[in-house]
């Protein structure tokens, strides 16, 4: 009688039996109308976390700008200040040799030989320190800007 049933429903306000096909649906709908202020909280943090996200942004934009003027002021001092220790160097062995041909006429003492090959030593040592400069600086300008 279940398996009738099941296919046959009865209507006892009619007393007749009707096609029970067996479908059924169900739907919910959930408004939530107060939440103590959850949603409220929820838009205000996003908020203050945008607000804080565009002021990091900011400063980081400013701070590589910063960056990039520096490194480029560095290299351009770097670069002008290698041309004035070539010439330094340039001039300080050009002096070493005539300070040698000197010597050996014997008009000069080997004291200035010793001190004309102290100030080329010392000129090539600033001439490796400008170029160890100007290649550090290129090398900073290069970490913002990429190779060029």
Known sequence: DANRFAVNG??????????NLGYSATATLQLPI??????????????????????????????QVADL????????????ELESLRQSADLAAESQRLTTLRYQAGEATVLEVVDSQNTLTTAQ??????????RVAVANLQTLTGKF
Not at 10 to 18: E, H, I, L, R, V
Not at 69 to 80: H, L, N, P, V, W
């Open 10 to 19: 009865f209507d006892p306000a009619t007393g007749s039996t009707f096609r």
């Open 125 to 134: 040592n600033a001439l490796g320190d400008g170029q160890v400069r100007f």
């Open 34 to 63: 107060w939440n103590w202020g959850a949603s409220r909280s929820k838009v205000k943090s996003a908020e203050l976390q945008r607000d804080q996200a565009k002021l990091e942004l900011s400063f980081a934009q400013r701070k």
């Open 69 to 80: 003027k520096t490194f480029y002021g560095e290299a351009q001092t770097a670069r002008s």
